[in-house]
């Protein structure tokens, strides 16, 4: 196997399930490597511990300053404890000493490798809301403070920068202030609680916990709209921590403050008479754990999108408390794997993996497992808990921001407005929210991506940022420069210490030329001279979903482990004495989907049908689409499928001639088998390949004895269209109706008018369209002979399945099917349009919701021909003049046009065979 520096657990993938089980248990023995080697104390705990005295209600609610946790170590994780490392101390130095603090100059760095320079590079797999999110939980768990005056850290701006000469002044990091001088590596204390906790949004300290607390019923301070109070001189929300502020930070402040207080009501009504102190206590830690499941089983599965970490992190949460039913998801594959150890250890030989899993397999993997579902005792691996500097450092996330924020009205894919993000920061924020309403925007977040962790995609905003009372700044050259004064070792050191390979080539990291040229050049040619952070994000070889390389990932494994693993609350004490049996539900129950919905139900439909709020928003079709209710498809369909790809303005596609060579065997088999609403990829509409879609009602007319849908449906889609540029064949027009049904796939038919159309007659209602039309001698287009291949009566479609099924799922009673039906255009609208050429779309958009487009007739007379065309044409005369007015069919909204509508959605033909 040839030598690469990079983790090959990512190739067990490729064998199943099983390869997926092993690389699971690789990852949980790198873990168990990096908390024996790499988890370093930084801290003396007993002078911190002196003053601390933990009280009855520490026992089971969090302290406002994070201490007594651990009981017996009080400190442990509280606000203005040192932050700890993951590197040896001995080899950590700040590069003041060595003099290297400023090699290469980090302006350099910023300008040439990190500067986006306007090209926005998305991360497609994600939406914006997973920014704001990781940035709300990084000010949960960690913030250096503000930082010092002394001695500023200067450099020359390099030639021909934008700022043109001089020098730009960063301040230094403020030092730990209970240092005592003889430390021999420098220290910094946290100034938020290291816990999981909430801080962001309760405080640190006990002054800011009681500023947002509204002391009645437990609840946190809002006004009569929900909306957080502000400071009187910055305008910024009232709240735990509200340092960097944007519009980002502002909507999840909003949101989780008002799931607090949502949490806060039902505590009330389980538990009457409960103090306004024991209902914050509950909320807190509800609200605190909800947020900790959200980002383990579902920001880090989108972000790392990949089978092995999706399962590490369900057990990392479900492995917490008692038996949760949801905790049974993998349970079939850790059996499996129970079952087919002997196979592991060929697959781990296969891909170069030496485990030491052969020597004594049960064993270890039990290790493993029993490491991976969580221990039910809070354990520290005998290093108190804190958070690293080296923890910091792979959460300088900063490429995933945008330098502006779309606006969309709800449901639309049409840019509103253009905010650029600086113009939404601090009580700019609050500004926006209320001028384009939070549901708009938690809307626009999910449909827009944020960028891509990538060098040369730093937000430009960012490298100019305007602080108050610092002045300009560049954030990447800060980033990168943090870095090395609080000594995180560069690149490869960092690699090396953390149980990685080093890197022996700058071509390892990266085959862009230009990029490789820039780095060689910067770093003069000396590897191991890289940065930190610029390594990280150069890393293009990575574990396939993965949105960050596996250095980031290996600092991530342990500590996201740790976080949970050492917190009282999330072992031993969650439980439903501790948070009440209905706050665990609380917690276990709900998803970000649930709370974004809960608060602004507004979004309920764009929500429709989305496992992960923070994957882009749209039209996703879940494995149990067909269980849903006939409702909820159309909503689906109709605003995440239709609405978000609607056409802008001037930017409607022409109608393209008919593409014959296209209307191959495969799409044709397609057509009459695939049971599904969305076309399958790679599914093209040779014909028809541009319509509008508007949402309708079958409304029967009563009377008569056709069964199932024909008795009605309330939901269902119409898309009318013509086969081709009108100009090339004629104008031929033909229609599609989905009609949906609760719990089962839905029912489809098509008509047309002729097969060859109405030529040079542009009115799409100038028609009655029918299921069945005849087979036409000079039929142009010879569609007839192309259908004949799939079936024996190409230009018939027949409705038994429509007829046997009602729109609750039931079975219909008696079924009796039309053998024709023949939609009737609504006068009004045949007598109003031109007949002129024109693009009949444009009829179509025009028509209001609430309007008949069509009465529906119906026959049952069998379908007769005959060798002399003038009997056969008699033969429908009769049919058509036997037929009865079965129903009408009314659209409830207007027509869109839109991609979904032309080449999205998928109507099923029923053949004569499949009756
Ligand atoms: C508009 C949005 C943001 C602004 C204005 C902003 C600004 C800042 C500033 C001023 C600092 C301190 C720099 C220093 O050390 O002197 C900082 C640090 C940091 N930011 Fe951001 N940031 C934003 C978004 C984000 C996001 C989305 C992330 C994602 C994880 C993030 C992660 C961090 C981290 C990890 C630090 C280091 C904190 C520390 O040293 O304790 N930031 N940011």
């Known amino acids: 196997m040839a030598m690469t520096p990079w ?36 801290e003396s705990w007993d002078e911190k511990n002196a003053s601390i005295v933990c009280d009855e209600r520490s026992l089971t609610a969090r302290t406002e300053d994070g201490t007594c946790n651990i009981l017996e170590n009080p400190a442990e994780g509280s606000v203005h404890t040192n932050f700890g490392r993951n590197v040896d101390p001995a080899s950590v130095y700040a590069e003041n000493a ?19 320079g306007g ?51 960063v301040q230094r990091t403020r030092p730990d202030p209970d240092v005592s001088g003889d430390e021999s590596v420098v220290t910094y204390e946290n100034i938020n609680t290291h816990w999981w906790d909430g801080s962001q949004l309760y405080g640190s300290d006990k002054d800011t916990n009681d500023e947002v607390r509204s002391f009645v019923d437990g609840k946190l301070e809002v006004d009569g709209n929900g909306r957080l109070p502000t400071e009187f001189l910055s305008g910024k929300p009232v709240t735990g921590f509200n340092e960097n502020w944007w519009v980002g930070l502002s909507m999840m402040h909003h949101l989780f403050t008002l799931e607090h207080n949502a949490i806060a009501d039902m505590l009330k009504a389980n538990n009457p008479g409960k103090s306004d102190q024991w209902l914050f206590d509950k909320a807190r830690l509800i609200n605190s754990a909800l947020m900790a499941k959200i980002h383990t089983v579902e920001w880090t599965p989108a972000i790392l999108a990949n089978p092995v970490l999706e399962r590490a992190m369900y057990a990392n949460w479900w492995g917490l408390g008692g038996d949760r039913d949801t905790r049974d998801k993998f349970q079939e594959d850790l059996d499996m794997l129970n079952n087919n150890l002997g196979q592991l250890g060929s697959l781990f030989d296969l891909v170069g993996i030496d485990t030491g899993l052969g020597d004594s397999p049960t064993s270890s993997i039990e290790h493993a497992l029993a490491g991976l579902v969580g221990s039910r005792t809070p354990n520290n691996y005998g290093v108190p808990y804190t958070l690293t500097e080296e923890f910091v450092s792979v959460y300088r996330m900063h490429p995933l921001l945008r330098d502006e924020i779309k606006v969309y009205d709800i449901g639309s894919n049409i840019v509103d407005q253009e905010i650029p993000i600086q113009d939404t920061r601090n009580g700019d924020a609050e500004d926006l929210l209320g001028d384009v309403g939070q549901d708009r925007l938690w809307y626009s977040f999910g449909i827009t991506h944020p960028g891509a962790l990538t060098l040369n995609n730093y937000p430009d905003f960012l490298r100019n940022l305007s602080m108050p009372l610092i002045g300009d ?30 890197i022996t ?29 610029v390594g990280q994000l150069a890393e293009e070889t990575r574990p396939e979903g993965f949105g960050f390389g596996e250095t980031s990932f290996q600092i991530f494994i342990l500590n996201a482990s740790r976080r949970l693993m050492t917190d009282r609350f999330f072992t031993t004490d969650y439980t439903d004495e501790v948070y009440t049996a209905a706050g665990i539900d609380w917690v276990e129950d709900n998803t970000m989907v649930d709370v974004i919905r809960r608060h602004f139900p507004t979004l309920a439909t764009s929500l429709v049908g989305m496992d992960n709020a923070f994957k882009p928003w749209g039209l996703n079709m879940p494995d149990d689409y067909q269980d849903w209710s ?45 049971v599904t609403d969305v076309a399958p990829p790679g599914y093209s509409k040779p014909i028809h390949p541009r319509g509008a879609l508007a949402k309708v009602q079958f409304q029967s007319a009563g009377g008569h004895d056709y069964s199932g849908l024909f008795q009605g449906a309330d939901h269902g889609l119409l898309r009318l269209s013509v086969t081709g540029d009108p100009s090339d064949r004629g104008f031929a027009p033909g229609l599609a109706l989905k009609l949906l049904v609760d719990g089962k796939r839905s029912e489809n038919v098509s008509a047309l008018y002729t097969l060859s159309g109405q030529g040079d007659n542009h009115n799409i209602f100038a028609n009655e369209l029918s299921n069945y039309v005849q087979a036409e001698v000079n039929e142009t287009l010879g569609t007839t002979a192309l259908f004949s291949l799939v079936s024996t009566k190409p230009t018939l479609l027949v409705m038994s399945d429509m007829a046997k099924v009602n729109q609750d799922g039931s079975a219909a009673g008696s079924v009796k099917t039309p053998t024709q039906i023949y939609f009737v255009p609504n006068p009004t609208l045949r007598n109003t349009i031109s007949t002129a050429p024109h693009d009949f779309r444009d009829d179509l958009t025009a028509i209001p919701a609430g309007t008949k487009l069509y009465d529906v007739y119906g026959t049952d007379m069998q379908i007769r021909k005959s060798i002399w065309p003038w009997v056969t044409a008699r033969y429908a005369r009769e049919r058509r003049n036997s037929a009865v007015k079965i129903g009408e069919l009314v659209t409830q909204s207007e027509f869109t046009l839109s991609q979904f509508g032309d080449t999205g959605i998928f109507f099923k033909h029923q053949r004569y065979e499949d009756r």
């Open 7 to 42: 983790v090959t657990w990512p190739a067990l993938t490729k064998f199943g399930t099983l390869g997926v089980m092993g690389a699971l248990l690789v990852l949980a023995g790198q873990r168990e490597d990096l908390l024996e080697n790499n988890m370093f104390d930084m």
């Open 505 to 533: 080539r700058f071509e390892d990291l990266t085959s862009d030329p230009e990029l490789l040229a820039d780095l060689k050049s910067l770093y003069n040619n000396d590897i191991e001279m890289i940065d930190t952070l």
């Open 119 to 169: 090209d926005f590079k998305p991360a497609t797999t994600l939406n914006f809301i997973a920014t704001s999110w990781i940035q709300f939980m990084v000010h949960d768990w960690f913030d250096h403070g503000p930082r010092t005056d002394a001695n500023p850290i200067e450099f020359p701006l390099p030639p021909g920068d934008v700022l043109g000469s001089g020098t730009m002044s």
């Open 630 to 674: 006939a409702q909820a498809k159309q909503d689906h369909l109709w605003v995440n499928g239709a609405l978000r790809t609607s056409y802008e303005e001037g930017e409607v596609p022409a109608i393209e001639p008919i593409d014959i060579g296209g209307l191959i065997n495969s799409v044709l088999w397609k057509k009459v088998q695939d």
């Open 473 to 502: 700044i560049d954030m990447a050259a800060i980033d990168v420069l943090r870095d090395r004064e609080r000594g995180v070792p560069r690149y490869n050191e960092f690699r090396r210490q953390i149980g990685l390979k080093p």
């Open 98 to 116: 060595s003099g290297n603090l400023l090699t290469p100059n980090p302006r350099e760095v910023s300008n040439l490798i990190m500067s986006r």
